[in-house]
């Protein structure tokens, strides 16, 4: 089958394990752009920790961002939509964090802020990986729940991450019953987003605008947030880095992010 789009998750996907994408990836990308086919980033990052890797890639428009909270048409500067957390909600998880260790992440829009520390502790809430992105891409202030609660808006997506499991456990028993979807549910990260968004529901939307069917699709991932879109693809394909749950959920493997299984699916699905 002539497949028209390819989603491609980021972290662990697309990227290596130390958050870059290699020339291999980045070429067999253009290649396929250049042959009239889509290529889309379809991730758990705001569009401002996206960019840097879209301007790697020559030709790439469209990015399902925020775990699916956004879809953005990058050349127009515009999202084609969006789904918000709204601020009443934000307001109830900030209460329920209160007095808890945790590292905030808020994705508003095309921006993200994270408190000015976490470069620095990063490592203390075991995602050192992520601490140049930390640096380098995000907004930064002294008190990320007090700058909110000043300025409460919508979020396309709110991350919560713990030292430990016994924390995060204290705050998702008080925020469970709320009208929220969790995109990743982990022993020590929550990523919360508002019900119904999804990185399949964002491949949705963005097949509708482009006028291509789901089953005309290939999806990459390796996590349990890209479980849904897999199974909305016409194909899904697993990383060899990927969850058991993810493999068994896919059509086929391919090699790990650290041996370009994302350019390997591009190449052979694709081209």
């Known amino acids: 089958m002539q497949y028209k789009l390819i989603a491609c998750d980021m972290d662990a996907t697309a990227l290596t394990t130390d958050k870059r994408l290699t020339r291999r990836t980045a070429a067999a990308m253009e290649k396929a752009l250049s042959?009239?086919?889509?290529?889309v980033f379809a991730t758990g990052r705001n569009l401002c920790i996206v960019r840097p890797y879209l301007e790697q890639v020559r030709g790439m428009r469209y990015a399902v961002t925020s775990a699916g909270a956004a879809v953005n048409d990058v050349f127009q500067g515009i999202r084609l939509?969006?789904?918000?957390?709204?601020?009443?909600?934000?307001?109830?998880?900030?209460?329920?964090?209160?007095?808890?260790?945790?590292?905030?992440?808020?994705?508003?829009g095309d921006a993200a802020c994270c408190p000015d520390w976490a470069p620095r502790r990063a490592g203390e809430f075991h995602v050192a990986e992520f601490a140049p992105m930390?640096?380098?891409?995000?907004?930064?202030?002294?008190?990320?729940?007090?700058?909110?609660?000043?300025?409460?808006?919508?979020?396309?997506?709110?991350?919560?991450?713990?030292?430990?499991?016994?924390?995060?456990d204290e705050v998702y028993e008080r925020i469970r019953f709320l009208?929220?979807?969790?995109?990743?549910?982990?022993?020590?990260?929550?990523e919360i987003n508002a019900p119904g968004v999804s990185k399949a529901a964002g491949l949705r939307t963005l097949c509708a605008h482009l006028g291509v069917e789901p089953a005309d699709c290939v999806a990459v991932g390796d996590s349990g947030n890209d479980l849904e879109m897999l199974r909305a693809a016409g194909l899904g394909v697993a990383m060899g880095n990927a969850l058991p749950a993810v493999k068994a959920a896919a059509a086929a493997v391919v090699s790990d992010c650290d041996h370009d299984g994302c350019a390997e699916a591009i190449e052979e699905f694709l081209l």
């Open 179 to 190: 009208p929220l979807h969790f995109s990743s549910l982990t022993d020590l990260i929550m």
């Open 134 to 168: 930390y640096a380098n891409y995000m907004g930064h202030a002294e008190n990320v729940f007090a700058d909110y609660m000043e300025h409460p808006g919508p979020l396309q997506k709110m991350n919560l991450l713990f030292c430990e499991k016994a924390a995060r």
């Open 35 to 39: 042959a009239g086919k889509q290529v």
């Open 81 to 108: 939509a969006e789904t918000n957390l709204d601020a009443e909600t934000v307001k109830w998880i900030i209460a329920a964090a209160a007095g808890v260790d945790t590292l905030p992440v808020l994705y508003s």
